[in-house]
């Protein structure tokens, strides 16, 4: 038997914690399953099974041996991918996961169009304001938006995600229209607490000059949703996302403020688990996804 069965049966005996499991998930039998993981433990020269009635677990060196194999196997099976290119972009399952607010106003009407023109994809779609180990969660493709904070993951730029200041017609009828930032103060303000947490909000102005201003409001919440529909309901002024804001502006419930400063903007990423031997299901998807979001998306309707 060659080492890549060998691999294939150790990590199987390890997960389900027996020979004659492994064996037969993997079309084999209890003796083969026992001689290949006892020819791997004289090749090494060390233990990699404790064996009892109960079952089998892994020893120290075992664990780690178990961990390298799965990455072995996970590379071959990526090469696999890759050898199969055409058949391999257009079949199969993808794990997509995304924010909520993203994945719910963008990503969702981009994916039913990516599966009408992919008709042998499987997709799961999944959508989490929390991060995701993608490892651990079996994610394929994340979107992520602000910076990265693992360096271990492969990434691919999408774009850029605007910001716009808010208000409704009902709240500045009521309390005045905004001219400066520093009018900010006294307004009430609607905090998303997830990018907003230090309630001071940041504009560059057309001068050059980087303006952090103090605000305090009725609402903080994580939930964009949540912001827009109290800034709709006229309760204060918000700062969102243009994805967000784009059909209650073109609506008239919400209209833009300060349009001559700047908003902080954001980086988009499609990120992935592991920047080497990417599926061809995943830089397929990833590809169509950047023409997508090419320019000025967050203008259009999807």
């Known amino acids: ?43 090494l020269g060390v233990r990699l099974l404790h064996r009892s009635t109960r079952g089998v ?5 075992g664990a780690l041996y178990h961990e390298r194999c799965k990455a072995i196997l996970r590379e071959v ?29 963008v990503l969702i009407p981009l994916v039913l169009r990516y599966m009408a023109e992919h008709p042998g ?59 400066t930032p520093a009018e900010l103060s006294a307004h009430a303000c609607l905090i998303y607490s997830s990018v907003q947490g230090d309630a001071r909000w940041l504009l560059h102005g057309p001068g050059g000059a980087d303006l952090s201003i103090p ?3 009725p609402l903080r919440s994580n939930n964009l949703s949540a912001i827009l529909a109290a800034c709709r309901a006229g309760m204060g002024l918000a700062m969102l996302p ?23 903007v954001q980086e988009m990423h499609a990120v992935f688990p592991s920047p080497k031997l990417v599926p061809a299901k995943v830089t397929g998807f ?4 950047q023409q997508q979001l090419d320019g000025p998306w967050w203008t259009r309707a999807f």
Request: charged share 20%; hydrophobic share 45%.
């Open 1 to 43: 038997m060659d080492r890549f069965q060998a691999m294939q049966i150790f990590v199987r005996v390890v997960e389900t914690g027996s020979f004659s499991k492994a064996a037969a998930e993997l079309g084999s039998t209890q003796p083969t399953a026992t001689k290949a993981v006892a020819e791997a433990e004289r090749h």
């Open 57 to 61: 677990t892994p020893t120290e060196a």
């Open 77 to 105: 099976e990526e090469a696999d991918n890759l050898a199969g290119l055409a058949q391999a972009g257009s079949s199969g399952t993808l794990r997509i996961n995304s924010s909520v607010a993203f994945g719910r106003r």
């Open 121 to 179: 994809l499987q997709i799961e779609l999944g959508f989490d304001d929390q991060y995701v180990n993608l490892v651990e969660q079996g994610v394929d493709v994340a979107i992520r938006i602000g910076r990265l904070a693992d360096s271990s993951l492969g990434a691919r730029h999408l774009g850029i995600n605007p910001w716009v200041l808010t208000a409704a017609p009902a709240y500045l009828a009521a309390h005045g229209p905004l001219r």
């Open 215 to 217: 605000v305090r409001g």
């Open 242 to 264: 243009w994805y967000v804001a784009r059909e209650s502006v073109d609506e008239g419930r919400i209209v833009p403020l300060l349009d001559e400063y700047a908003l902080p």
């Open 286 to 289: 990833i590809a169509w996804l």
